[in-house]
C-alpha cells in the first residue's frame, strides 16, 4: 500500500523552529518529485515546497522563501520540512504529498498530488 | 485570496446533480494548464478526486467527473450521497508564481 506519514508537528513559540518529517513506503520514494501543502485553520489549501527525485531541484512559495527548507533521504524514503523563523501565520496542517506526472494512461503538462498524508499540526503561537 | 475561484457552498439534495466551478486567468487555467480535483473529508487525507481535467482514478465512482473550457473547469456530481458532503478543491499550475496553485475549497452539503 502506497502511504505518506507525516511527524514533527507541535506548538512552537513565534521566532521558534521546527523540523517536520515524512516517511514512505509502498513505492519507489527516489522516482517521484515531492511537496508540502498546508491547509492553515478555516483556510484553503497552499502548496508549500517541492524537491525534484535527486533533490537538486527545489522551489518554494514566496511567504516561506528563505525561512524554509526541503529535503530528502532517498535511503529511508524520507521527506523533509525544516521551518526557521515560524510567524503565527504558519500555523496549518502540514500535509506531504507525491507529485505525479503521468499516469498508465494519460500525462498531465502539470502534477496532480496523489497520494496525500494525514497531516501534522503545527500551531505557532505565544 | 486564492488564486483559483471557487464558490465558498453549494448543496444539493440526495439523487440530484451538483457543479462546482473552478476560475482562473491567463497564467493558470486559460494558460493551458491541467485541472486536478481533490475531496477533503474531516480527519482525512486528501483524496484525489479528478487528475487532468476529465480523468478518474480507480476507485473514484462514475458519479465524479471534470471537464474543462478556457479559463474555467468544473466538478460534477451526479446522484449526490450522503457521504459525498465534504470540501473540494481544485488544483492547477501558474506561471507567474512558478508554482502549484489551488482553489479557496467549496463546502457540499447534500441536504
Known amino acids: 500500500e502506497v502511504q505518506l506519514v507525516e511527524s514533527g508537528g507541535g506548538l512552537v513559540q513565534p521566532g521558534g523552529s521546527l523540523r517536520l518529517s515524512c516517511a514512505a513506503s509502498g513505492f519507489t520514494f527516489s522516482s517521484y518529485w515531492m511537496s508540502w501543502v498546508r491547509q492553515a485553520p478555516g483556510k484553503g489549501l497552499e502548496w508549500v515546497a517541492n524537491i525534484k527525485q535527486d533533490g537538486s531541484e527545489k522551489y518554494y512559495v514566496d511567504s516561506v522563501k528563505g525561512r524554509f527548507t526541503i529535503s530528502r533521504d532517498n535511503a529511508k524514503n524520507s521527506l523533509y520540512l525544516q521551518m526557521n523563523s515560524l510567524r503565527v501565520e504558519d500555523t496549518a496542517v502540514y500535509y506531504c504529498?507525491?507529485?505525479?506526472?503521468?499516469?498508465?494512461?494519460?500525462?498531465?503538462?502539470?502534477?496532480?498530488?496523489?497520494?496525500w498524508g494525514q497531516g501534522t499540526l503545527v500551531t505557532v503561537s505565544s | 485570496q486564492s488564486v483559483l475561484t471557487q464558490p465558498p457552498s453549494v448543496s444539493g439534495a440526495p439523487g440530484q446533480r451538483v457543479t462546482i466551478s473552478c476560475t482562473g486567468s491567463s497564467s493558470n487555467i486559460g494558460a493551458g494548464y491541467d485541472v486536478h480535483w481533490y475531496q477533503l473529508l474531516p480527519g482525512t487525507a486528501p483524496k484525489l478526486l479528478i487528475y487532468a481535467n476529465t480523468n478518474r482514478p480507480s476507485g473514484v465512482p462514475d458519479r465524479f467527473s471534470g471537464s474543462k473550457s478556457g479559463t474555467s473547469a468544473s466538478l460534477a456530481i451526479t446522484g449526490l450521497q450522503a457521504e459525498d458532503e465534504a470540501d473540494y478543491y481544485c488544483q492547477s499550475y501558474d506561471s507567474s508564481l512558478s508554482g502549484s496553485v489551488f482553489g479557496g475549497g467549496t463546502k457540499l452539503t447534500v441536504l
Open positions: 504529498a507525491r507529485q505525479i506526472s503521468c499516469s498508465s494512461t494519460s500525462c498531465s503538462n502539470n502534477n496532480w498530488f496523489d497520494p
